[in-house]
């Protein structure tokens, strides 16, 4: 039975992404290798390999899938001297690729170089050996208790009943569920004539970040209060915080960013690839970490 099932290398298959990519993987009757440095029990269908792209196991020499749901510049670097084939290879990169690009932190700018010139690497990797290569990059993620911004914010919450923001943040976001994210790329492996294209993959709703936050407040138990205080004083609380070590990565730029849209269009991966994603509408297991 097995010599006729379709099998696929996966990397990043313990993430918070890759975690529903294997799980939808092996419903659909996959046969998956996946890699992890740590080690995890194995399930039917799935084959766990110890090691990462500093110490990469011995793999098989081909597969009829590869998927990346892991850092894409360790992936699109390995994938470049490997000698491991796939006609299809689906690798998750991200938007931040266009939110970053112009950023007036010099680390997020690089971010954003790094991400560009890797999805270009994988793409003429792929286009030489005769595969098709989609990228795809998500949006905000959530849903598995894992992400680190509404789950973060979740945790705060809960700690102490309330959540601050300051005034004004209002920037256009698009959560999208790590479920919706996994389903798309399963549908990329088989999409025809979308290969050597990056897609943006938005979710189903477009809405202010501060009512995004407060839809995320609203269902937790018990729910925290949304405060929304002048936005010089939340930079000096951030400031403090960020001083003693508490708030990392929410400098200036990530402040900035709450006023700023940072919206996609779903038209290209819905057409190419049937993404369609959920609306936004959060339950309290989703910021728990399952
Ligand atoms: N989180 C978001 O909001 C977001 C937004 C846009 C795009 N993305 C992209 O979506 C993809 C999945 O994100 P995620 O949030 O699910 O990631 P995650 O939960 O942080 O998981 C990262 C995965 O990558 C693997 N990994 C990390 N460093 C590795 C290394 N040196 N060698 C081998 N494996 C390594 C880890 O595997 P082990 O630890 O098991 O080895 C882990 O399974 C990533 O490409 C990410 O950039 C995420």
Redesign the pocket.
């Known amino acids: 039975m097995t010599a006729t099932r379709s099998r696929a290398l996966v ?9 529903a990519v294997l799980a939808r993987l092996l419903r659909a009757g996959w046969q998956v290798d996946a ?4 080690a ?1 029990a194995p399930r039917p269908g799935l084959r766990w390999l110890g ?4 110490a990469m196991p011995a793999l098989a020499s081909d597969y009829d899938a590869i998927l ?5 510049d ?2 699109a670097h390995w994938q470049s001297a490997a000698a491991v084939v796939a006609p299809r290879v689906v ?6 690729l266009a939110v970053k690009r112009g950023s007036a932190d010099a680390g997020e700018r690089g971010l954003a170089e790094r991400l560009a010139a890797s999805e270009q690497a994988l793409f003429a990797t792929a286009r030489a050996r005769g595969a098709d290569a989609i990228v ?7 849903g ?1 208790g ?4 509404l789950s973060r914010i979740a945790a705060m919450a809960r700690r102490r009943g309330l959540f601050v923001l300051p005034r004004g943040a209002t920037g256009l976001r698009q959560p999208v569920h ?1 479920d919706d ?1 996994a389903a798309t790329a399963i549908a990329a492996l088989a999409a025809v004539g979308a290969g050597g294209t990056g897609y943006d993959l938005p979710g189903g709703e477009t809405l202010a970040y501060r009512d995004m936050v407060a839809r995320v407040l609203a269902v937790l138990e018990p729910p925290a209060r949304l405060l929304e205080v002048p936005a010089p004083l939340f930079a000096a609380l951030a400031a403090a915080l960020r001083a003693a070590g508490r708030l990392e990565g929410f400098g200036a730029e990530a402040q900035a960013r709450l006023r700023q849209d940072l919206v996609f269009d779903i038209a290209p991966a819905a057409a190419a690839l049937g993404h369609a994603p959920r609306p936004f509408r959060p339950d309290a297991t989703m910021f728990v970490p399952g």
Do not use: E, K, M
Request: proline fraction near 4%.
């Open positions: 990397f990043g298959g313990s993430g918070q992404v890759g975690a890699l992890s440095r740590t995890h090691g990462g792209f500093d990346s749901c892991g850092p894409l360790r992936f690798a998750f990169g991200s938007t931040s795809l990059r998500p949006t905000l993620v959530y598995a894992r992400d680190r911004t790590v994210l």
